[in-house]
């Protein structure tokens, strides 16, 4: 609950020295020193496979480090098991969250550390502990509701709640805020900066470089299991940690001028699927329609009922001014639609199979098939063709999918489609999951792709990507579109408030009249 | 009358082995050990305990033998599907397919008999106020499961465990731990009912005499949604059915017709239960997953 009364408050809430950590082929840190004073927070950044996560499972006793030293709160201490870290006054927030669904909110909060009586759980107890603490920080969340119930942003409460209960000093948030609407995140934010004026550590895993900016003390950035910089987040910039994090200058969050658009394309009326209704919208050629919504409000259906993976219920689909409303993937790809699904590792690509049979796919309908059979020559040929215009990253076509990192993987996937030309092309989450540098080029090529005459629908639960490369943006609420905006129109909290409902959308919304937003 | 309360009092007495059984698969369903091992268990229960009665002369010692050799067998399941992270169905169909082997090569070598072993001086279990002792445990049994799963401090832990081990082992409580506890309770349980069959509803030992009561105990427990409450009703049905079985037979059908009641009404619950989740799940969307 309070720091340790001995404490004299100038040790650091957490001192890690030297640590040095090696995975069979890798060096995921190699002498790392970190120093987190008490009562900030500290933000620990790096791109994927930088170090980050093995650094917080070896403070989080997870991870046995090779050499180097973890002290807290001064104290030099050995972990065995992450019980053992929690006994120490540290806690942990998970990116995926390890919460007990058929549990109430209640139980989670107090699993392992229940109060009892007779051995029995005190329920009565138990609930008003929660209360307790909700009030106490600012975390109001229901103690009796099932947490299976609940929406991701209390989920995350609750994660919180469960570290308090346990007396946790500090507490290490991993990649918090990827799944939260902007106004989820700003609340989590008014919460640790509370938790931090009173006196708790928190340690912000993330690569996302507005929200360090906005909510942090210090900053500590990793690069191939290196410290390479510690910055004081008063004195730095988005685009100096973005150096720090890539080894070279980013340019950021780059809003790319406006596409000039041409003929309509895809004229979607009155569609309804599962989860998804009332939705009017076109795409022309040479522009890019942005999608922007929290996930989990139709964004998925509608593309995949435009894709052809999902039945539509009402409403009518023309590509190129043919109806293709009730026709297969297979014929809406040959009427010319190219698709980019968000999940890259189940449905865009197959990880098992080799680099060059991943790009044929799609492909061996048309390009490369020579009377039904597909010569290895074309199909090898197509590969190195398609890895050296997307800059894909693999060590030969032939080895599996898997092996490439998400960013590489993401760049195949998105090259194949972008090889069919086709008008359309529909693209879920370009960018989810990855790193600066790939996000610059894999933007680069919508943009080129656009200009080229084709028209894109985005969908993305980023802000600064739809707002960077989106010409006209619609905002989709509970299976409806209720807003859209001029690209000049769309900002951030514009954009913020009518993803999380605020634009009212009682009656959908035409894509051509612009609607006020007013709170 | 064919159903009257003679009708309930035999299904009661016929319960009991099905109960217990079911009540330790219960058990290892919520700590997240599919156990459908359940039947090899009893069969290895049977044995021991009129083994152990012939020897010794005392039932007590039979059941209590009967229980701490399941929960020895019962031990295959925990290492090979915790510790060392196996298919627990393989393994459970491992341990029925054993324990029919086993006890029949213990038939012949320690009885020298084959197919049955029966003797006058075979001690059972007495009968107190009409009902075996163990069926009183059993139903004091279904009591103490339901507190402890629904209020004890192991029972929100073993819940935990069961629907998510890495959370669980985040908070410092060990899944391994947990889930060793409920398969050797289920040993334990299912000992218990081999003797409750071998020394309680008959005194003999015949080879593979439990013949598929743990099966139906596995069923019992999904009826049941591993809820000691729901696998007491879902018990009850069977014993009801295995009961409205000799009162058939006794009006005339041929035993072979009779005796397949209880896995007749098997399959009728299965099929109703899993029509009516059906219905209660809709088609899952692809993307619902997806929302990280």
Not at chain 1, 475 to 497: F, P
Not at chain 2, 197 to 222: D, H, K, P, Q, Y
Request: glycine residues 12%; negative net charge; proline residues 5%.
């Amino acid at each position: 609950m309070t720091p340790p009364p001995s404490a004299d408050p100038e040790t650091p809430a957490v001192e890690l020295r030297g640590i040095t950590k090696r995975f069979p082929g890798t060096l995921a840190n190699d002498a790392v020193d970190l120093t987190v004073r008490r009562g900030e927070i500290h933000a620990l950044m790096g791109e994927n496979g930088a170090g980050k996560s093995t650094l917080m499972s070896v403070l989080y006793g997870m991870e046995r480090p090779d050499a180097g030293s973890v002290r807290i709160d001064g104290r030099e201490v050995v972990f065995s098991d992450p019980g053992d870290a929690m006994a120490a006054g540290l806690g942990m927030v998970h990116q995926s969250f390890k919460l007990f669904d058929s549990l109430t909110v209640a139980e989670n909060v107090v699993y392992a550390a229940e109060p009892r009586r007779f051995g029995l759980v005190d329920r009565g107890a138990a609930r008003r502990r929660v209360r307790e603490l909700a009030e106490e920080h600012g975390l109001a969340v229901d103690p009796d509701a099932r947490v299976g119930d609940l929406p991701v942003g209390l989920r995350q409460r609750v994660e919180i709640l469960k570290l308090l209960h346990r007396g946790a000093r500090t507490l290490i948030l991993d990649e918090p805020t990827a799944v939260l609407t902007p106004g989820e995140a700003d609340a989590l934010f008014a919460v640790l900066k509370s938790l931090a004026a009173q006196g708790r550590t928190v340690i912000l895993v993330t690569h996302k470089l507005r929200e360090v900016l906005e909510g942090s003390d210090n900053v500590t950035v990793l690069r191939d299991g290196h410290v390479v910089a510690r910055l004081v987040t008063a004195e730095t910039s988005a685009a100096e940690i973005a150096a720090a994090m890539t080894g070279r200058a980013v340019e950021l969050d780059r809003v790319h001028s406006a596409g000039t658009p041409g003929d309509v394309i895809l004229d979607v009326t009155d569609l309804a699927t599962d989860g998804v209704r009332d939705v009017r919208l076109t795409v022309r050629a040479g522009e890019i329609v942005g999608i922007a919504g929290v996930a989990g409000n139709g964004q998925s259906e509608l593309v995949e009922a435009l894709a052809g993976l999902r039945p539509v219920t009402s409403g009518r689909v023309a590509l190129l001014g043919d109806d293709i409303t009730h026709a297969s993937a297979t014929e809406r790809r040959a009427q010319g639609l190219a698709y980019v699904p968000e999940d890259r590792h189940a449905v865009g690509t197959a990880p098992a199979a080799s680099v060059a049979d991943n790009l044929a796919m799609g492909h061996h309908r048309t390009s490369l098939s020579a009377r039904g059979l597909l010569p290895p020559a074309a199909v090898r040929g197509h590969a190195r063709r398609l890895i050296e215009r997307f800059g894909i990253k693999a060590v030969s076509p032939e080895v599996p999918g898997s092996s490439l990192s998400g960013g590489n993987l993401q760049k195949l996937l998105i090259g194949r489609e972008l090889a069919h030309d086709a008008p359309l092309l529909l693209v879920e989450q370009p960018t989810r999951g990855v790193d600066i540098g790939a996000v610059q080029n894999i933007h680069d090529q919508l943009i080129a792709y656009r200009d080229a005459g084709h028209a894109v629908l985005l969908v993305s639960a980023e802000l600064s990507e739809i707002r960077g490369l989106a010409d006209r943006v619609l905002v989709m609420y509970e299976g409806r579109v209720t807003a859209a905006y001029e690209k000049a129109e769309a900002d951030e909290r514009t954009l913020g408030l009518a993803m999380a409902g605020g634009a009212g959308g009682s009656a959908p919304v035409t894509q051509v009249a612009p609607v006020e937003v007013g709170d | 009358m064919f159903f009257d309360s003679d009708l309930l009092m035999s299904a009661l007495r016929a319960l009991t082995p099905i109960l217990l059984a079911s009540l330790g698969g219960a058990i290892c369903e919520r700590a997240g050990v599919f156990n459908i091992g359940l039947e090899g268990m009893m069969l290895m229960g049977c044995f021991t305990a009129v083994a152990t009665s012939w020897f010794t002369g005392s039932p007590w010692l039979g059941v209590l033998a009967a229980a701490l050799a399941s929960a020895v067998y019962s031990l295959i399941l925990a290492v090979g599907a915790v510790t060392l992270r196996g298919d627990a169905v393989v393994l459970g169909i491992a341990l029925n397919l054993l324990a029919v082997g086993l006890t029949s090569f213990l038939l012949r070598t320690v009885f020298g008999v084959q197919g049955t072993f029966d003797d006058p001086s075979l001690a059972g279990l007495p009968l107190v106020g009409g009902f075996s002792p163990l069926a009183y445990l059993a139903w004091a049994a279904v009591g103490v499961a339901a507190l402890m799963l629904s209020r004890h401090v192991w029972g929100l832990r073993l819940r935990g465990v069961g629907e998510a081990p890495d959370a669980a082992a985040t908070l410092g409580v060990s899944p391994v731990r947990y889930q060793y506890g409920a398969v050797l309770v289920s040993g334990v349980l299912c000992g218990l009912a081999g003797a409750q069959l071998a020394l309680g509803n008959v005194t003999l030992f015949s080879e593979n005499m439990t013949a598929g009561r743990g099966w139906i105990a596995v069923v019992a427990v999904m009826l049941g949604r591993a809820l000691p409450l729901g696998v007491l009703l879902a018990a009850l049905l069977f014993g009801l059915s295995e009961a409205a079985g000799f009162r058939l037979q006794g009006l005339g059908l041929p035993q072979q017709a009779t005796d397949a009641a209880p896995y007749v009404v098997t399959l009728g619950a299965l099929f109703l239960t899993t029509a009516r989740r059906r219905r209660r799940t809709p088609s899952t969307s692809p993307s619902a997953g997806a929302v990280s």
